[in-house]
């Protein structure tokens, strides 16, 4: 019997290599309900990246056992609906944290070095040069920061929180500190970090502050104007997690207010942003689009691990990332 495995998107080579060895592949023409309906009815496995699986999309296929998610993030993806028809879901947590940790480090010298102030400055025709150094800081408003000693803020404690505090504490010699309820003292022991005990109290203690946590109901608006306003003047916000877990109306006012220093956000409340997005209008925010997993090797990392959780499930061997455990009582 030959499993039939339908992609809403394409997905690098490798995963797609693995699958054909097993199973029947097909590439929807679009991720697009309207093209997914008509082959999912066949369709043993379904594999995501950006698309939505909802609870239409999976009654369509009534032979569908799996789910699987390039990436970590399931908000796209009805769990409730899959435990109920008995569906299991799986995802690929480990496949790209260095890849969002790196990028995390990079937007945290961003803001630090205010490069999008110096590039414009520069593009402009001003120059530094030693003799006239003070006066043209002066005449910019430009100056930078080193980042050594100062205090990284994580809020959350997972494999990229964990990989960034490494890169960050023992690399470039910040102060690492994290607050995430939900992770035992050894994690951070381990890794190096400073457990603080409240939200609050991080959010006064960070110079750079990232979030590193998923978006649900408990997370939705987790950064909005009162935890803003616990922040450091002069502090700097980096997102790469999930849109919805800053307020971002909030956060332009903050901006504009010149509460914080500096900002980047790789995530959105709403993907793609609307063109007049507010924060496109200043420029101590970095604007990344949803990138800081998209390198050569988080991509066939990702594919791969899609791939091997589709294959397990099918071949009737527990998954390495099941997401919703409970579907185990009513699993197809």
Request: proline share 5%; aromatic share 4%.
């Amino acid at each position: 019997m030959s499993f039939k495995v339908l992609l809403t998107e394409s997905i690098s080579a490798q995963g797609i290599d693995l699958l054909k060895k097993r199973a029947d592949v097909r590439i929807a023409p679009s991720p697009l309900l309207t093209d997914l309906m008509p082959l999912i009815a066949d369709a043993d496995a379904l594999l995501i990246r950006s698309s939505q699986a909802g609870e239409e999309l999976m009654k369509g296929g009534g032979k569908l056992k799996v789910i699987a998610r390039h990436g970590i993030g399931v908000d796209n993806i009805d769990l409730d609906a899959a435990t109920r028809l008995g569906i299991r879901v799986v995802n690929t947590p480990g496949a790209n944290t260095n890849a969002v940790a790196e990028h995390t480090l990079w937007a945290i010298m961003h803001c630090a070095r205010n490069f999008n102030k110096a590039e414009k400055a520069f593009r402009r025709g001003d120059f530094c040069v030693p003799g006239s150094l003070p006066g043209l800081v002066q005449t910019f408003g430009y100056t930078t920061l080193e980042i050594r000693n100062k205090v990284l803020g994580l809020v959350g404690m997972g494999r990229i929180a964990t990989r960034l505090a490494h890169m960050a504490g023992v690399g470039m010699g910040m102060r690492v500190k994290s607050y995430d309820p939900l992770v035992a003292d050894d994690v951070f022991a381990a890794a190096g970090v400073e457990r603080v005990g409240d939200l609050a109290s991080l959010l006064k203690d960070a110079d750079f502050l990232s979030l590193h946590v998923p978006h649900l109901r408990e997370t939705h608006h987790l950064i909005g104007a009162g935890e803003l306003a616990l922040m450091k003047p002069g502090a700097c916000l980096i997102n790469a997690a999930r849109g919805g877990v800053v307020d971002e109306q909030a956060l332009y006012q903050a901006m504009k207010d010149g509460k914080l220093a500096g900002a980047a956000l790789d995530v959105y409340e709403m993907e793609p942003p609307n063109p007049d997005l507010p924060f496109f209008g200043l420029e101590n925010v970095v604007l990344t689009p949803h990138i800081a997993a998209m390198t050569d090797l988080a991509l066939i990392n990702m594919a791969i691990d899609s791939a091997e959780g589709i294959l397990d499930v099918l071949e009737g061997r527990m998954p390495k990332y099941l997401v919703n455990a409970e579907v185990l009582r009513n699993a197809r």
